[in-house]
């Protein structure tokens, strides 16, 4: 069963257009991601929609109520990618 409190690295060839932090650089627990403002900043922003392309380790932060969440897509125990998202603290 894969760790949800891990991101997986992002190793599809698709994603070698797409900017974010390293996983390496953001602290995850269960309900929380916390990183720096610079890695923040690395992120781009779908609040509304999902962006396109779905493979393991892809990132993005959304707008929420309370604030940011980290989103990004893992595998699930059926090697699906499924959305997993934490409230973001910054450091």
């Not at 190793?11 to 797409?18: A, L």
């Not at 992120?43 to 993005?60: A, Q, T």
């Amino acid at each position: 069963m894969p760790d949800k409190n891990v991101i997986p690295p992002m190793t599809n060839p698709m994603g070698k257009g797409w900017t974010q932090p390293k996983p390496c650089d953001i602290e995850l627990d269960d309900t929380h991601a916390l990183m720096s403002k610079s890695n923040f900043d690395r992120l781009p922003v779908y609040s509304w929609s999902y962006p396109s392309g779905v493979y393991p380790g892809k990132m993005w932060a959304a707008k929420v109520d309370t604030g940011f969440q980290l989103r990004w897509f893992g595998d699930d125990e059926n090697g699906r990618c499924q959305i997993n998202s934490r409230s973001v603290l910054i450091a």
